[in-house]
């Protein structure tokens, strides 16, 4: 850690703002295998969906300039950030609730819905809304995804409507681990016929990166119906992902049970400011748009080059087989300084990788050529 | 907002963290009944606790080092704060638990009570507890503070002995709003002979700030008994109250339980890194307790001369009388550019004041002689 920040020090703040950092501040390695010299990062990160184009410009030089109010309680920093996503999400400010991450307002929606609740989910999908339920004794119900990767809502619907008690259905969409969308119509029409002890939680984590006609936010329901709630992040297109900061948008009494989960202060003052300065930077949007864009075709043209299937991806990351024993796979990635994603079971056959730099990218392929011709994959 | 991180921008980073930021980074404005011109901070805010220093130097640093990696979930950075946290309170990495300020280990402790217990308070204390505890139903006993403002412990046992089901007594010491000690010995005796149905939660927040004789921290508990918490905070002495850090110290299984109800990757990425740096930084910790020293003995002179009784602070901050209606004290202090502390009911003829920087409490030490002069307290 040390080691690292101090080379990132060295190059001072902008630069490793912008496309080559990760290179730039870089180690000369020795590659295993190789006697060739070669600038790597130490290792690559493919592991978590960041973003790594890290913050905006805008967003840097925020946190910078205010570092000044680092001892000041988060505050007077809130509402401005609260009034600026009610004007992006057409909604009142009283319909936003601030997180520590999105995974805060998942943790607050699985504790709103008390103890006696059932939790569905999509299996495999993102599994800090299982976890939260499971470890304080809240039943969780897991549902196979479809054979095209989608959640199966008819099945969701089935348990659904033989529980006993609230119900939490929780849609990721578009899904973590698989970057696959479900058909937004299906969530609607299942919405609008839903009795109000059924709370939906929508999370749109990777909202900006569907390109899906058949996707669309859930957003729409929050005017009419208090049992939905759509979950949102500044951790991916604004790279904000160390910085802690999501939200939900929901009805407003929705949105006011809610809140009586989340910790005081949960959105912390530097996260707020950088928040503010990244919102509606359209350029950056763009440019986070596009370097993933740059990086996933790299990555599938290497993973159809080796025949090795992947999931259609909306989102930063790729889920994609391997041929082989996953923790296996892990390890050597990781000895070959690169991380991927952990393991998803009962996808067991697949590895998710992150879409990181395109040289990131390029490197990653590198290597997975390299492994076939050892016949690892 | 823009207008103060813009003035702060200009000043260059590391200049804000001096003892003269506030002032330097001020507006000249006209004093209202005043022809003088003065220098403003535009408001002062001595009204939330916060160490007016600002970061560390280090931390401010490590900070701007390391802000390529705002974009990383914060996962590898934890264990380096944890370790270093374990190494200091003497205990196993594992019987520690990081929150998102104290405040989220707060409302892990309340939360992981269950719905059936009843949490006991002294009255006036910090609102949090009581906070988390009424708004998801659970019964809150609030027991007034003794005459000398320290915890009665003698009518809290009372009420924890008629209590049926989990009982978890809070116990902040230095106690928020009043700055008094309550003697630790007392506190011992009870939690040596108490059941373990019986959860202590001892906020030591200001735990650097004490100078009682009579005060020690109750981590020497945490070895032998699960049913003592103590928690502690970055927030005071390392000025990182933006930033949101804190954690408990607590026997290994009380630690594990606790942490069921903490959200994924609640400290972030930057707090952890500041974090780091600012531990065991005794030259800021010496440097935040001088400027505390000095800045009290301004206020201290201050309220002796003018007749206002003031309650012996352990803290950060000087619990006083003000002769008159608090409401119109608050609006007035903040007409005049100064933020004082809320209401502290049922402590309604007294003013929480937070130590400012000596130039800040000086001018907070003007303003009370003019409200004197015009009778106003």
Chains 1, 2 share one sequence.
Not at 44 to 53: Q, T, Y
Not at 114 to 132: K, L
């Amino acid at each position: 850690m040390e080691r690292r920040t101090f080379l990132r020090a060295g190059l001072g703040g902008v630069a490793a703002a912008g496309l080559t950092a990760p290179l730039a501040s870089g180690l000369l390695l020795a590659d295993r295998g190789s006697t060739r010299w070669r600038i790597a990062a130490e290792p690559i990160r493919l592991s978590s969906n960041e973003n790594p184009l890290g913050l905006s410009d805008a967003a840097r030089e925020a946190v910078i300039a205010s570092l000044g109010e680092a001892n000041r309680y988060p505050g007077p920093y809130r509402q401005a950030v609260i009034d600026a996503l009610a004007a992006k999400h057409e909604v009142r400010p009283e319909q936003i609730v601030l997180g520590a991450g999105s995974t805060e307002i998942l943790q607050m929606a699985v504790q709103a819905r008390g103890p006696n609740a059932t939790v569905i989910v999509a299996d495999p999908t993102f599994e800090d809304v299982p976890r939260y339920a499971e470890r304080i004794g809240i039943r969780v119900e897991k549902v196979p995804l479809r054979a095209d990767y989608s959640h199966d809502l008819e099945r969701m619907r089935e348990v659904a409507a033989r529980s006993s008690g609230p119900v939490l259905v929780y849609i990721c969409n578009p899904n973590n681990p698989t970057g696959t969308v479900t058909p937004s119509s299906e969530i609607d029409a299942w919405i609008e016929e839903a009795p109000e002890s059924i709370q939906f939680v929508v999370d749109e984590a990777y909202y900006e990166y569907a390109a899906d006609p058949r996707y669309r936010s859930a957003q729409r329901w929050v005017y009419t119906k208090p049992n939905v709630l759509v979950v949102r992040t500044f951790s991916k297109i604004y790279a904000m992902a160390g910085m802690r900061l999501g939200y939900a948008v929901a009805h407003s009494g929705t949105a006011e049970h809610l809140a009586r989960w989340a910790a005081a202060n949960n959105a912390n003052t530097l996260a707020l400011i950088a928040a503010r300065a990244s919102l509606g930077d359209r350029e950056f949007e763009r440019k986070s748009l596009e370097v993933n864009r740059r990086g996933r075709e790299i990555l599938t043209k290497c993973l159809d080059e080796l025949g090795l299937e992947h999931l259609p991806s909306h989102t930063n990351f790729v889920m994609h087989r391997i041929n082989g024993d996953l923790p296996t796979y892990n390890r050597r990635m990781e000895e070959h300084g690169i991380l991927v994603g952990r393991p998803f079971p009962p996808m067991v056959t697949h590895s998710r990788v992150s879409i990181g730099l395109p040289e990131e990218m390029e490197r990653f392929a590198e290597t997975l050529r390299m492994f076939r011709k050892r016949g690892w994959v």
